[in-house]
């Protein structure tokens, strides 16, 4: 790189007095000097051309042979060190590339700064998220965190996972306790919204007592009316206290005024059932034609009647009541004045929520408050209104003027309302979306408390219209794959019945046939959006297959469900069950068994392999506890053998006999069988060592003997035959008949021990001839020690008769010195 770099731009040095010197002496010369500037230039070019690395860019951009070179290099640099370098080194050379690194620094510190602002935004959102999710400021908690995300949406691709994740995290806390808020809204809203309608349910109940105690005696009120009345009120009771505390004294309002209610639609009844029977008493007493039985007749259907007091009697019964002898029942006052305190009650109640809701700015609930309480005015007498007629009026005074500011305070987010419906308009939104946009701006709308400025009215209506218009075309379409849904869930039942109508249910694949009921319920789940109403028959078909389809299936997995039953029982009888390896064996066994049953239901499935599984397990943790005991013993037997283990440690074949014997002794009397396998290989090396020096010792000891025979002959004290082993007659036999050089040069090759050189000769032709007879490298260790015993047995006893060459005894003990070297 150094070289190729000061290749690049050794043109741009300036020239030394030696470099004058030799140009001018060469001036004759000039064009292979603009000739190599050309060819330089060339190769900046080509260099420039072949994306250098920015090292040598920045070189380019400062020794660059011309001007355009220069900017070309420049413009490839990007890291701020190299272009804050090169700034310096231009500063005063080159203003061209001077200006190109201060543009391109200028550009990389707003990238920085952008992302130092953006990192500064990130972490500002997150620790806002976080105490928005901590906060007990619940106003307009929705609307901050909306800003929040929207915020978010713009950063968030510069986010790193941890702060996406930390961000996400708390924007979920956010939603779960607007969710939480929303609920409560919703719960508090029906609470109100319940208390109106049992308000409005006595006021109403009320009122009608009322208009039915001034019902003209020569009317009869309408039975159906008061039926339909009665049962739609008892509903509206039901629904308005449904979840709800409800208060003692209006509970006992609307029992006391419902039960007048009713006594009056039955005595209504009894009226219409018995008329005939009225009409002709009556024609009796004009005829004054009456007899006992007729007065008696009268007397029991006034008693089946049953007129409630406190109402005016029809004119029907008046000619009964004369009859009877009882005069016509009066309006009781009492009675009437106890319903127009339960009226008195019920407007108090009504009062004293519209006061709160008015402190509360709730428009819309005051609203129908102010209505309910009206009702209940209206249905009181002079003396029981009089009281509520001052809190009336202030009540009435609050309320405008709470329309009045809510109508000033609502008209600009209204006109906001209006203006995010026309902007909802204009966007491309998907169409379910978007109409759920298009509730939820109408929702708030209604919340608003709704407006008497019908141009504004009009304003929002029409942009909710056109935004609406696309969302109609996609609902269209929708009824279309409704259609479609509804075929194919025909054809899932045509093919349904096909298969129940064609299986052999005694050679069926079951799991198959579950295969095929999961896949129609996923297939039938699929075909959705639906109408409701064209489902109604197709469902009703596919729910009667499906009780055929799942009928012989519950009889097969109940088949299935007995069979793992009794392979449970089987592994529980296993847990006790001796020897261990053969119920370890019969659990594996019972495991495949296990396998091989076919379909079940899920929740019997798992309670049973649950029982299986435990039963399993008890089997294998007796093979643990046993293989764990079998642990403890061998780790008990390692300690032991362990401490035999350093006590022979230091035995060797250099102590004497008895300390051999008794560490041979102590490792003969450790318990092998219950050892780990390291320390049993550990005593059967110890074993062999102690073997191995008890044989040395007595190798050392016999040897000993034989180089005392050996010196014995050469001293010509050859021992009686009957003072050797009893074993060397024959080896000195089987050694055969030697000379005493060659039988030492024999031992010297058996035991690798070199010969004189005067004998090398005679060596080698030994040597030859072993080859020959197949002997030679391929002995051992121990037919090799036989061999040289064999050959100091014929030493000693064969040659007993001449005296041995001390040189040879010499020699000869030599190797056995060797054999007990080794």
Request: aromatic fraction near 4%.
């Amino acid at each position: 790189m150094a070289a190729f770099l000061q290749k690049l731009f050794k043109s741009r040095k300036s020239t030394t007095a030696t470099d004058r010197k030799t140009k001018t002496q060469m001036q004759p010369v000039a064009p292979p000097v603009e000739d190599k500037r050309a060819e330089l230039r060339e190769e900046q070019l080509q260099a420039l051309q072949a994306t250098p690395t920015q090292e040598v860019a920045a070189g380019l951009a400062i020794e660059g042979l011309t001007a355009d070179i220069r900017l070309r290099a420049v413009n490839q640099l990007q890291e701020a060190e190299l272009l804050t370098r090169v700034q310096k080194q231009a500063k005063g050379r080159d203003k061209g590339v001077y200006q190109v690194v201060r543009q391109k620094l200028q550009v990389i510190r707003d990238e920085q700064t952008r992302q130092e602002a953006v990192s500064a935004t990130i972490a500002a959102l997150i620790r806002n998220a976080h105490d928005q999710a901590k906060s007990d400021d619940t106003n307009l908690y929705g609307a901050r965190l909306e800003t929040l995300m929207n915020q978010w949406a713009r950063v968030e691709t510069s986010a790193t996972p941890d702060q996406l994740s930390e961000f996400l995290q708390s924007a979920h806390r956010c939603r779960e306790r607007l969710t939480d808020m929303e609920a409560a809204r919703v719960e508090e809203q029906r609470q109100r919204e319940q208390q109106l309608q049992r308000n409005e349910t006595l006021v109403l109940i009320a009122r009608t007592l009322e208009d039915l105690r001034h019902q003209p005696a020569e009317e009869l009120a309408s039975l159906a009316s008061l039926d339909a009345l009665q049962k739609t009120q008892e509903n509206r009771w039901i629904e308005a206290t449904r979840d709800t505390q409800v208060e003692k004294q209006q509970q006992k309002t609307y029992e006391a005024s419902m039960m007048i209610l009713r006594n009056y639609i039955s005595a209504i009844r009894q009226i219409s059932q018995a008329k005939d029977s009225l009409l002709a008493l009556s024609a009796t007493v004009e005829q004054e034609e009456a007899s006992p039985e007729d007065q008696e007749r009268a007397r029991a259907l006034l008693n089946e009647i049953d007129w409630p007091q406190g109402f005016l009697a029809p004119d029907l019964l008046e000619p009964v009541h004369k009859l009877a002898g009882k005069p016509k029942a009066p309006v009781d006052a009492n009675d009437d004045s106890k319903q127009h305190q339960a009226s008195a009650d019920s407007l108090k109640t009504s009062l004293d929520q519209l006061e709160s809701a008015l402190e509360a700015k709730q428009l819309k609930e005051s609203r129908q408050l102010m209505k309910t309480a009206q009702q209940y005015y209206k249905a009181l007498d002079h003396r029981h209104g009089k009281g509520f007629q001052a809190r009336m009026q202030l009540l009435t005074g609050q309320l405008r003027e709470l329309t009045d500011w809510q109508g000033f305070a609502t008209e600009p987010k209204q006109v906001a309302l209006c203006e995010q419906m026309e902007h909802l308009a204009e966007q491309p939104i998907e169409p379910e979306a978007k109409a759920e946009h298009i509730k939820e701006l109408q929702k708030e709308w209604q919340e608003l408390g709704g407006s008497s400025d019908r141009t504004l009215w009009s304003r929002f209506k029409q942009a909710s219209d056109k935004a609406y218009e696309p969302c109609k075309t996609y609902f269209k379409a929708k009824s279309g794959l409704k259609q479609a849904n509804l075929e194919k869930r025909k054809t899932i039942c045509a093919e349904l019945e096909h298969f129940v109508n064609g299986a052999d249910w005694n050679t069926v694949d079951w799991k198959a046939v579950d295969r095929i009921l999961q896949t129609a319920r996923q297939e039938w789940k699929s075909a959705w959006p639906i109408e409701f109403r064209d489902n109604r028959q197709v469902q009703k078909q596919f729910d009667d297959l499906l009780k055929k389809l799942e009928a012989p299936i519950d009889q097969e997995r109940l088949k299935n469900e007995a069979l793992k039953q009794a392979i449970v029982e089987q592994a529980q009888a296993l847990t006790e069950h001796e020897p261990l390896q053969e119920a370890m064996n019969k659990a594996k066994a019972l495991q495949s068994d296990w396998k091989a049953v076919g379909i079940t239901r899920h929740r019997e499935d798992r309670k049973l392999w649950q029982a299986f599984r435990k039963a399993c397990d008890e089997v294998f943790a007796r093979r643990d506890s046993e293989r764990s005991e079998q642990q403890q013993a061998s780790k008990e037997a390692d300690s032991s053998a362990e401490t035999v283990l350093q006590q022979v440690a230091g035995v060797s074949s250099d102590q004497d006999a008895q300390s051999l014997e008794q560490a041979a002794a102590a490792l003969r009397g450790l318990d092998v069988a219950q050892v780990s396998a390291g320390v049993k290989e550990r005593v059967q090396q110890e074993k062999q060592r102690i073997s191995q020096a008890v044989a040395a010792q007595k190798l050392r000891t016999g040897i000993s003997e034989w180089q005392a025979f050996v010196l014995a002959r050469a001293a010509g004290e050859a021992p009686a035959d009957r003072d050797f082993p009893g074993k060397w007659a024959a080896l000195a036999e089987s050694a055969g008949a030697l000379d005493d050089q060659e039988l030492v040069i024999r031992a010297e090759i058996l035991a690798g021990v070199s010969s004189p050189e005067e004998d090398q000769n005679k060596r080698m032709e030994i040597q030859v001839r072993r080859l020959a007879e197949g002997m030679g490298s391929a002995e051992k260790a121990d037919s090799a020690l036989q061999n040289i015993e064999a050959l100091v047995a014929s030493w000693c006893i064969q040659s007993a008769a001449q005296p041995a060459d001390p040189a040879l005894a010499s020699r000869l003990n030599n190797v056995l010195n060797n054999l007990i070297a080794n």
